[in-house]
């Protein structure tokens, strides 16, 4: 077991190390196939490892590598349970897939090798992040995460939006981080360790309470927004879309994003005990849920479409688990992983097809130069709008369903997720109509085909896991709860309502569906509207947030460093240092006078001194 577990980790970290010393010399596709072994190796491991978890005859494992940061109690640990093994699942499996697109979308790069260290860095520290069994662990995969987006995010950072990108998306996390750190420094004052059994069974038997456990709460919400692309943190994610398509797959998928969902899933002790930070965490999920829903109505873009969908899909996962539905929210997690990867690479597929056009409004007539891309994109788009039986119809209706459930306010919240599914519905049939159908409107010399069978093959897979993969958890036979509950026996799960309610609540979520996909059809069947108005260009440019931003954050803090170089350091910390020494200068002046160089001054000096002695003493009746 413990060889086993350590394998999952270290086979994309061999292959990493292997790429970055011989990638170049092995070339084009051996690098990209080592990669993708790699990654696919340590998926086999982990289903091989699962099994006994699956069938209930398993238990939870740690596996011990070395003996780490003693003064903090913190080992290099392992944690082998039924959250990490789902999670481990669909970080390989997913990533495995990607792995096998990207060596026919990465063809003819020139770091074609370097592309794919990258890849296999970021699946190795996402395993780290997932498999840790204590928050010092966790803290190294979670920055090494954001490192490897930085690396594939700027991928091609010869373009300056790209480099830009890179820098974007690793300044934002960071803001997020300073909440996270804080966070560990404050559990390790209250538990005296950053353990995951100890810090948890010590919040479960009261020994975290009050304003210390809201701020825990609270801060870990900060790294998990920056990380997952919450409000007010989401900015960075959309122009993450510079990297290469697999790269906006991994990141957006099953990988980076989702870390703030598991941290919080897996800190579910934590925000037991800290109500109030529940439903922040919540509040946060649902509002930006509806935000991101609104912005990506507009988006030409076909990957901007989907960035902001991800945000939008990510506020459902994070209402879920501020509502205490931990698993409708790691069971959306997994859905979403496969038909948002299906989304992003068959954008990729269109793109490649229509020699790297982006814009949806020079597409259209798609549907039959790529059957493969637009079936298996169809079946996505059905799954992330809501339409059973697929993928995402369970995962979504669980989340709408538990937050009714808990009544009150709570069913506001339930409100913002159905108008959100109905977005969902309208702005992901605008993107396949204006992609797939309608009249061509290609720029003259573009040729669309059908990419090549390595990038279809994982669509086709993707496609599959997007028709089957909700049937894991169905109010028929909730498999993934039952699997699932050992990771939250010491948390008060919310459920979903059973009976008619749950098929009221169903089918008016089905409705809300089906509106939305009714109302793009009708306004795209047959012309591309001109979208420009006041309120499009306002969505488009997603409310002037970045704008803002850069002129407070960007802007401002150009000008207050200026300040502080120019004027501050110059006239202040410099004007004093050099204001003393020239204090200095002008004394030395003042008193070089007294300096002749003759002995007879000298003598008449100490003369003078002498009497002026003399004088002092008599005049004090002394001698």
């Not at 990493?16 to 491991?45: K, N, Q």
């Not at 996402?126 to 490897?148: C, K, Q, R, Y």
């Not at 998928?253 to 919540?282: C, D």
């Amino acid at each position: 077991m413990d060889l086993a577990l350590s394998l999952i980790v270290l086979l994309p970290l061999i292959g990493m190390l292997i790429l970055f010393a011989f990638g170049r010399r092995i070339g084009e596709p051996g690098a990209g196939i080592v990669a993708t072994v790699a990654v696919a190796g340590s998926f086999v491991i982990a289903l091989v490892l699962a099994l006994d978890l699956f069938s209930g005859e398993g238990s939870v494992e740690t596996v011990r590598w070395f003996e780490w940061l003693p003064a903090f109690g913190v080992e290099a640990e392992l944690r082998w349970d039924q959250l990490s093994t789902l999670m481990t699942l669909v970080v390989t499996g997913v990533g495995s897939l990607i792995h096998l697109y990207s060596i026919g979308y990465m063809h003819g790069d020139a770091r074609f090798g370097r592309f794919f260290a990258y890849l296999n860095l970021f699946i190795t520290s996402m395993l780290i992040l997932v498999l840790a069994n204590n928050f010092a662990l966790l803290f190294v995969g979670w920055e090494l995460v954001g490192l490897s987006s930085y690396l594939l995010i700027s991928f091609w950072f010869e373009r300056d939006t790209a480099a830009a990108a890179g820098k974007k998306a690793f300044v934002v996390n960071r803001v997020g981080d300073v909440g996270f750190i804080v966070a560990l420094m404050l559990i390790f004052s209250v538990f005296g360790s950053l353990g995951f059994d100890t810090v948890f069974d010590g919040a479960h038997n009261g020994e975290l309470t009050g304003a210390m456990a809201t701020a825990i709460a609270l801060l870990l919400l900060v790294g998990a927004a920056g990380k997952s692309a919450q409000l007010p943190l989401y900015v960075w994610l959309p122009d993450a879309m510079e990297g290469p398509t697999p790269v906006s797959a991994l990141i957006h998928a099953a990988t980076m994003v989702t870390a703030g969902v598991y941290m919080v899933a897996r800190t579910g002790a934590i925000f037991e005990v800290a109500p109030i930070a529940a439903a922040t965490v919540a509040i946060v999920g649902a509002a930006t849920a509806l935000f991101a829903a609104t912005i990506a109505m507009s988006q030409r873009d076909i990957k901007r479409v989907l960035a902001y969908s991800t945000i939008s899909q990510l506020g459902y996962m994070f209402m879920a688990v501020g509502a205490a539905a931990y698993v409708a929210g790691i069971f959306h997690l997994m859905t979403h992983a496969f038909f948002k990867a299906l989304l992003f690479l068959g954008a990729g597929s269109v793109i490649h097809g229509m020699s790297d056009e982006q814009d949806m409004h020079k597409m259209g007539g798609l549907a039959k130069k790529m059957p493969v891309t637009f079936i298996t994109m169809a079946i996505a788009w059905l799954a992330i709008s809501g339409m059973p039986p697929l993928a995402g119809f369970w995962s979504k209706d669980e989340i709408l369903g538990v937050v009714f459930e808990r009544g009150g306010l709570w069913q506001v919240l339930w409100g913002v997720g159905l108008a959100t599914a109905l977005l969902t519905a309208f702005y992901m049939t605008r993107m396949m109509w204006l992609t797939f159908f309608g009249e061509p409107r290609w720029d003259e010399g573009i040729q669309p085909h059908e990419s090549p069978k390595l990038m279809t093959i994982p669509l086709v897979v993707l496609a599959g896991l997007s028709v089957v993969g909700g049937l894991v958890n169905t109010p028929f036979k909730l498999t993934l709860e039952h699997f699932l509950e050992p990771v939250f026996e010491a948390v008060h799960l919310a459920h979903a309502p059973e009976g008619s309610v749950a098929w009221i609540l169903a089918a008016v979520s089905v409705a809300a569906g089906i509106i939305g996909i009714g109302a793009a059809i009708f306004r795209y069947r047959d012309r591309v509207p001109a979208e420009d108005g006041t309120g499009w260009r306002l969505l488009n440019n997603g409310y002037y947030i970045d704008d803002m931003y850069a002129g407070v954050f960007a802007r401002g803090g150009k000008l207050g460093a200026a300040w502080l170089a120019f004027r501050f350091d110059v006239r202040g910390i410099d004007g004093a240092v050099e204001g003393v020494g020239s204090l200095t200068r002008r004394v030395g002046g003042w008193l070089r006078p007294l300096q002749t160089g003759f002995v007879r001054s000298y003598g008449l000096a100490v003369v003078a001194g002498a009497v002026g002695l003399l004088v002092w003493f008599l005049s004090r009746g002394g001698l």
